[in-house]
């Protein structure tokens, strides 16, 4: 396959990624956070639907790698955006890993913790706040401002090119504005996933 096609073809997981995203959130619907009301928290992660909109959402931040790339393939051909690019690409992809492994906990090891705390375990509580707001938060709060700054460099890397539409650029920033910052705010989750999926077609259809 030429390289034109890989780099078109890997745009269009960044679509992918939007409709798996999406499902996955209407799949669990808004999640409370545990430090705030423990018994609502429990009731979604215990749900049968919990998991396999985890899963989704797992897949979901991972696939975009492959659009990242694209875009940093594609914009590394125009030399004036090309470092923009670089960085956008690097922050997006190492923001998103260190998201991953706090997604991973909460997809696998929160049911359980749910199971047993509707169960009458007094001593969840406290363990649940600390999966929710110690160490993993840090870590979370890290990789959100990482990815933060690589779709806003990504974002305007695209909006000065070019070849892309530079509209879809400002989709792409504002993905990730509102995906860090709209964790505990079920439709502005739902919106950002949204921004890439029209951002994702736009850049698809054009390449």
């Not at 539409?165 to 504005?177: F, S, Y």
């Not at 709209?182 to 999926?197: A, D, E, Q």
């Amino acid at each position: 396959m030429e390289r034109s096609k890989r780099i078109r073809w890997s745009l269009l997981t960044f679509t992918l990624a939007s409709v798996l995203g999406i499902i996955g959130l209407m799949l669990r619907g808004p999640l409370p956070l545990p430090n705030v009301d423990v018994d609502a928290w429990a009731k979604v992660v215990s749900s049968a639907n919990y998991f396999p909109a985890q899963v989704l959402t797992i897949f979901a931040y991972v696939i975009p790698f492959f659009g990242f790339w694209g875009l940093y393939a594609r914009l590394a051909e125009e030399e004036k955006v090309e470092q923009v690019a670089f960085w956008g690409f690097m922050n997006s992809i190492i923001g998103t890993s260190l998201a991953i492994a706090t997604l991973g906990v909460f997809s696998f090891v929160s049911p359980h913790l749910a199971e047993l705390y509707l169960l009458g375990d007094s001593h969840l509580p406290e363990i649940i706040t600390q999966v929710a707001t110690g160490k993993p938060a840090v870590i979370n709060l890290f990789g959100g401002v990482l990815y933060l700054l690589g779709t806003g460099l990504t974002g305007l890397a695209i909006w000065r090119s070019e070849f892309f539409p530079r509209w879809a650029g400002l989709l792409m920033a504002v993905h990730g504005l509102f995906l860090v910052f709209g964790f505990m705010y079920f439709p502005i989750l739902v919106l950002s996933w949204v921004c890439l999926l029209i951002a994702g077609i736009w850049l698809f259809l054009k390449k």
